[in-house]
C-alpha cells in the first residue's frame, strides 16, 4: 500500500530517551501536582524561551482560558481578536463571560489588521487577543502602542510561535501574556500541554492558583479554580524533545525551503514569505490558490493530494464567526480579509521528519495542470 503522508506527525525522542526521563516517576510514585519533571521543563523553557516567568498547564486552551481569567474582568467585557484562527481563542473568552469583538486581518501575514483595531475599541474594551499565526508574528509594536494609549491587556495566542524571535528576543516578551500549546501537532511538544509566560512577577501566585482549584495552602480555598495542571509523564516527553528542538527547527526549515523553490512565484499561488526581523520556526506551510488564475482551487487541490494518500487541511477554515455556535452573532462578511483567505486557503504537510523527495512528489502533484 501506497504510504500515508498526514499534514503533520509528531516530534519524539528515542523510546530509550523517554524510558531514561520516566524512571525516576516510577521510583518516585509522584504523577503530577508539580513534581520534580514539571519543575525541570519549567526551568529549562525558561532558559531555552529567554523569559522571566513561565506556568505549566494540561494543554494550551485550559493555559488561555486561565490567562483571560486571572484579569477578573467584569462580566460582558469585550476582547478585540480574529476570527483567522483554531476555535480555542474565541472559546476561551466565551467561556469567561467576556465578549469576542472581531477584527479582520492582514493579507501579508494573515495577522491582526492593526489599522482596524481602534474602530472596534469601545467603553467595555477590556484586551486585545490577537494571534500569532503559522509562526508569522502580529504587529506587536503597534499593538502595544494602541493598548498603552486605551489601558488595554494584551493576551497572545502563541500556539504557533514556540521559539520565534523577533529582533532578536522571545516573541513571549510582547503584550501581557502569551500563551504556548504544546500540543502532539505543535512545532515542540508534551503530548499535550500548554505554557503562559508573562513578565509580571506578580501574576505568578493566580496563575498557578487556577489551574490547581484555587487551593492556597492545606487549609484554604481562595479562588474558584480549575484542574489544569501538567503531568509528570508530558513534562518528562517535553524535557526530551527540548533537547532536539533545534534540530527539528533546521530540518523543518530544509522542508519550507524546498517548498519555496517550487511553489514561489507560481501564478495564482501565494505562499507565505518570511518576515522581516524574525528567527522563524516554520510551523505550518500555508497556500493560497486563486482558481482564475492558478485553473484549481483549494478544493481541487485537496482532493488530488488525497487520491495519492497526502492529507492536507483547511487551516483555518470555517472562519470562527461563521460556526455554528458563534454565527447568529456574527457576520463573517465584516472581516473580508480572513473570509477570502479562509475560503482558499491550503496547508500543506511540514513536519521535521518529512523527506525532499516527499515534497517533490506533493508539490508535482499541485503543479499537475
Ligand atoms: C493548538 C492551538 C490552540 C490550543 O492549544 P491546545 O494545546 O490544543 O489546547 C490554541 N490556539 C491556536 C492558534 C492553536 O493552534
Given at each position: 500500500?501506497?504510504?500515508?503522508?498526514?499534514?503533520?506527525?509528531?516530534?519524539?525522542?528515542?523510546?530509550?530517551?523517554?524510558?531514561?526521563?520516566?524512571?525516576?516517576?516510577?521510583?518516585?510514585?509522584?504523577?503530577?501536582?508539580?513534581?520534580?519533571?514539571?519543575?525541570?521543563?519549567?526551568?529549562?523553557?525558561?532558559?531555552?524561551?529567554?523569559?522571566?516567568?513561565?506556568?505549566?498547564?494540561?494543554?494550551?486552551?485550559?493555559?488561555?482560558?486561565?490567562?483571560?481569567?486571572?484579569?477578573?474582568?467584569?462580566?460582558?467585557?469585550?476582547?478585540?481578536?480574529?476570527?483567522?484562527?483554531?476555535?480555542?481563542?474565541?472559546?476561551?473568552?466565551v467561556q469567561n463571560n467576556l465578549k469576542p469583538v472581531f477584527c479582520d486581518i492582514n493579507e501579508k501575514d494573515y495577522t491582526i489588521d492593526v489599522s482596524k483595531i481602534e474602530s472596534l475599541i469601545t467603553d467595555k474594551?477590556?484586551?486585545?487577543?490577537?494571534?500569532?499565526?503559522?509562526?508569522?508574528?502580529?504587529?506587536?509594536?503597534?499593538?502595544?502602542?494602541?493598548?498603552?494609549?486605551?489601558?488595554?491587556?494584551?493576551?497572545?495566542?502563541?500556539?504557533?510561535?514556540?521559539?520565534?524571535?523577533?529582533?532578536?528576543?522571545?516573541?513571549?516578551?510582547?503584550?501581557?501574556?502569551?500563551?504556548?500549546?504544546?500540543?502532539?501537532?505543535?512545532?515542540?511538544?508534551?503530548?499535550?500541554?500548554?505554557?503562559?509566560?508573562?513578565?509580571?512577577?506578580?501574576?505568578?501566585?493566580?496563575?498557578?492558583?487556577?489551574?490547581?482549584?484555587?487551593?492556597?495552602?492545606?487549609?484554604?480555598?481562595?479562588?474558584?479554580?480549575?484542574?489544569?495542571?501538567?503531568?509528570?509523564?508530558?513534562?518528562?516527553?517535553?524535557?526530551?524533545?527540548?533537547?532536539?528542538?533545534?534540530?527539528?527547527?533546521?530540518?523543518?526549515?530544509?522542508?519550507?525551503?524546498?517548498?519555496?523553490?517550487?511553489?514561489?512565484?507560481?501564478?495564482?499561488?501565494?505562499?507565505?514569505?518570511?518576515?522581516?526581523?524574525?528567527?522563524?520556526?516554520?510551523?505550518?506551510?500555508?497556500?493560497?490558490?486563486?482558481?482564475?488564475?492558478?485553473?484549481?482551487?483549494?478544493?481541487?487541490?485537496?482532493?488530488?493530494?488525497?487520491?495519492?494518500?497526502?492529507?492536507?487541511?483547511?487551516?483555518?477554515?470555517?472562519?470562527?464567526?461563521?460556526?455554528?455556535?458563534?454565527?447568529?452573532?456574527?457576520?463573517?462578511?465584516?472581516?473580508?480579509?480572513?473570509?477570502?483567505?479562509?475560503?482558499?486557503?491550503?496547508?500543506?504537510?511540514?513536519?521535521?521528519?518529512?523527506?525532499?523527495?516527499?515534497?517533490?512528489?506533493?508539490?508535482?502533484?499541485?503543479?499537475?495542470?
Open positions: 500500500m501506497q504510504k500515508k503522508i498526514l499534514v503533520t506527525q509528531s516530534s519524539m525522542p528515542s523510546l530509550e530517551e523517554y524510558i531514561e526521563e520516566i524512571k525516576p516517576i516510577f521510583e518516585s510514585k509522584w504523577l503530577t501536582n508539580m513534581g520534580e519533571k514539571h519543575k525541570e521543563l519549567e526551568k529549562n523553557l525558561k532558559e531555552y524561551l529567554g523569559v522571566k516567568n513561565i506556568s505549566l498547564y494540561t494543554n494550551g486552551h485550559m493555559a488561555l482560558y486561565i490567562a483571560i481569567k486571572s484579569f477578573d474582568f467584569p462580566g460582558g467585557s469585550e476582547i478585540i481578536t480574529t476570527p483567522y484562527s483554531f476555535s480555542s481563542t474565541t472559546h476561551a473568552i474594551t477590556v484586551a486585545i487577543l490577537p494571534v500569532h499565526v503559522y509562526g508569522h508574528v502580529c504587529d506587536v509594536e503597534k499593538i502595544d502602542e494602541i493598548a498603552k494609549k486605551h489601558n488595554l491587556k494584551v493576551i497572545y495566542d502563541a500556539a504557533h510561535v514556540f521559539g520565534v524571535k523577533y529582533k532578536g528576543t522571545s516573541i513571549a516578551n510582547y503584550g501581557d501574556i502569551s500563551m504556548f500549546s504544546f500540543h502532539a501537532t505543535k512545532v515542540f511538544n508534551t503530548i499535550e500541554g500548554g505554557a503562559l509566560v508573562y513578565n509580571d512577577d506578580n501574576k505568578r501566585l493566580i496563575l498557578e492558583r487556577l489551574k490547581n482549584f484555587g487551593i492556597n495552602g492545606p487549609d484554604h480555598v481562595d479562588t474558584v479554580g480549575t484542574n489544569a495542571k501538567m503531568n509528570e509523564f508530558c513534562a518528562a516527553m517535553g524535557i526530551c524533545n527540548l533537547r532536539h528542538i533545534d534540530d527539528e527547527i533546521k530540518k523543518r526549515e530544509k522542508v519550507y525551503n524546498r517548498y519555496l523553490e517550487r511553489l514561489d512565484g507560481i501564478d495564482g499561488i501565494t505562499v507565505s514569505k518570511l518576515q522581516d526581523n524574525i528567527i522563524s520556526n516554520f510551523a505550518y506551510f500555508p497556500v493560497i490558490f486563486d482558481k482564475e488564475k492558478f485553473g484549481k482551487n483549494r478544493n481541487e487541490v485537496m482532493e488530488e493530494l488525497k487520491k495519492e494518500n497526502i492529507y492536507t487541511r483547511k487551516y483555518f477554515y470555517p472562519l470562527i464567526n461563521d460556526y455554528e455556535c458563534y454565527r447568529d452573532k456574527y457576520d463573517s462578511n465584516e472581516t473580508p480579509i480572513a473570509k477570502r483567505i479562509s475560503d482558499n486557503v491550503l496547508t500543506i504537510p511540514m513536519y521535521a521528519d518529512l523527506s525532499i523527495e516527499d515534497v517533490d512528489k506533493i508539490c508535482d502533484i499541485i503543479l499537475k495542470k
